[in-house]
């Protein structure tokens, strides 16, 4: 129950912030910014020094009020591991490793592995992935939400790279069920300016709101695996 309550979460919401940083003060202090603009699902990635102790203060912290902490650049079952018993929420993978989703699935939590082809679309559904990332989203852009789609119509998509408030609106339009954000939406914390991110969150999220209500395609509106 507690795994389709966390993809419900993602899904309401639409966005998924990724953080990524050089050290475990500044990763906390964009998880800050990011709650207080909206964001509801974070995921701070294994390249960040002490992750797993990050995971576990902001769950800790947060937790109780309805966010949900995640982890990224999950390459294997034993780091997804370490990640759940710190905490973590989701998983989140630059590709598919059926081991992973394994162990997530072991201990019910969802798993969100990387696919940029049909082909590893269809991989990942069948090893039982919650959500599917499209990674790295910049090379095609929309179009291939689209694309992907045409034969996969329930395939539950979310992009990773190359999202902006720009362009989100039609990611969102193309079926996206939501979308992971990076660098355009933490890139305040480069000089310091937290309340940037603040106020990006926000506009991700008013755009995402804006997007949908306008309507998008019927295909991949509304699966969960």
Known sequence: MERQKTVLKIIDTGLIATIRT???ETAER????CFEGGVTALEITFNVPGVQNIIYKLTSKFGSEGNI???GTVLD???ARIAILSGARFIVAPSLNAETIKLCNRYQVPCIPGAMSV???????EAGADLIKIFPGEVCGPKIIKAIHGPL????????????????AEWIKAGAMAVGVGSSLIKGAETGDYNAITLTAREFIKRIKEARETGSPKSGSNHIN
């Open 22 to 24: 050089d050290n475990a």
């Open 153 to 168: 119509p329930y395939a539950p998509l979310i992009p990773f790279g190359g999202v902006t408030t720009d362009n989100v």
């Open 77 to 79: 079952p034993e780091t």
């Open 119 to 125: 082909k590893e679309v269809i991989e990942c559904m």
């Open 69 to 71: 902490i995640g982890a």
């Open 30 to 33: 964009i998880a800050y910014a």
